[in-house]
């Protein structure tokens, strides 16, 4: 029988020009929204984005890697007055009337406007960084794992229609308030590109939560405990088979390999029902990996070797695509906090490496480096 591989998804990333406009215009309007007092939105690793890499052929399957942070951006923000033009009539506001609002709140404010579906507009607010990373860095695998989870998060936390487009009208909106000096048309194509190709990887993922929820809390509720547990030692004995390398950086028993895909049935269900508390502790559970010295390139080959022996034991396809689909998800997220986390202090603590210690650290200011120890 074929393996079951990561299922391709078509994503046409803006070209690198118009990315890198979008990655500068971002640090700016962060540093200005900042300067205002405000916070502009940042994902769960408070990270900014950075200017993009060249574009690379995509890969043929799902890859977990996450984009590094940037430094901080330098950029001060003027303290005049910041003027905005209306989303739906183009009248212009004073600078008094804006000159408190950061991001957020301006896309909140021009939400309002247009009679958006506020909800909505609030949740891909909480998560708009963690999806404008990788579409600024070409990141095909970071891209689909971040609109899977806005997809599910979508699927059970907001009711009525999912106009992607008025979050765009606000974005532009906003995004043009607090740029007012060089905003231009060449600005505005590189937003509407750059969203454009997330909004159209997000509506492939939008109709996957409802398509699978219920196929795959019947599976998982079907299956007894002699079962789970046949299927998890499996998965790991299909894992060390063709991936030789696996097998050294476990050394539980069979039993206890078990209990792991059988808790992540159980995440699979959960990541429908309580997404947004699923990828907090996902997001933690990745962070708990760095202390194993868990490597992040080793999720995708596990999420496969499971989805091949649930193949064995269910001929449902529903089932198959919908199970591949969580266990993505899960992997994906563990992933991407795993290689987010691992900084190289972090990294040599965990090895007991002096030597990487000391290098890591002569790359820190001093007046940093108890601070970055701390942090790891």
Request: proline share 5%.
């Amino acid at each position: 029988m074929m393996d079951y591989d990561v299922p391709l998804s078509s994503v046409h990333f803006p070209e690198e020009n118009d990315r890198k406009v979008v990655a500068e215009d971002w640090k700016q309007i962060a540093a200005r929204s900042k300067a205002l007092g405000k916070r502009a939105p940042t994902d769960t690793h408070g990270s900014q984005v950075p200017t993009p890499a060249k574009q690379v052929a995509p890969s043929k399957s799902k890859s977990f890697s996450l984009w590094r942070s940037a430094k901080d951006s330098k950029t001060s923000a003027a303290s005049a007055q910041i003027s905005a033009e209306k989303v739906d009539g183009g009248e212009k506001q004073s600078g008094e009337a804006l000159g408190g609002m950061g991001f957020s709140e301006l896309v909140t404010m021009n939400a309002g406007i247009i009679n958006a579906n506020l909800p909505l507009i609030k949740i891909l607010l909480q998560l708009f960084e963690t999806l404008l990373a990788p579409a600024v860095n070409g990141d095909e695998g970071s891209l689909d794992c971040a609109c899977d989870v806005a997809a599910l998060r979508i699927f059970r936390e907001i009711s009525g229609p999912i106009l992607l487009k008025d979050f765009q009208t606000c974005l532009l909106a906003s995004a043009r308030a607090l740029l007012p000096d060089g905003w231009d048309s060449k600005h505005e194509s590189a937003w509407i590109a750059v969203w454009t190709c997330i909004a159209d990887r997000l509506e492939q993922s939008l109709p996957l939560p409802g398509k699978y929820a219920k196929p795959v809390q019947s599976f998982v509720s079907g299956l007894s405990t002699e079962q789970r547990q046949k299927l998890g030692k499996r998965s790991f004995e299909r894992l060390f088979r063709e991936h030789e390398q696996v097998s050294h950086h476990f050394n539980q028993s069979w039993m206890r390999l078990a209990f792991i895909v059988s808790k992540t049935l159980d995440m699979t269900v959960r990541l429908f029902h309580e997404p947004a508390q699923m990828y907090d502790e996902l997001t933690q559970l990745g962070l708990k990996h760095i202390m194993y010295q868990a490597d992040s390139q080793f999720f995708q080959p596990w999420v496969a070797a499971v989805v091949a022996e649930i193949q064995l034991i269910c001929h449902d396809e529903k089932v198959h695509d919908g199970m591949n689909f969580a266990l993505c998800v899960v992997g994906g997220v563990i992933g991407q906090a795993l290689e987010a986390g691992a900084t190289p202090i972090l990294k040599a603590i965990v090895t007991d490496d002096v030597k990487a210690l000391k290098k890591a650290l002569a790359q820190t200011p001093r007046s940093q480096r108890a601070e970055a120890v701390l942090r790891g």
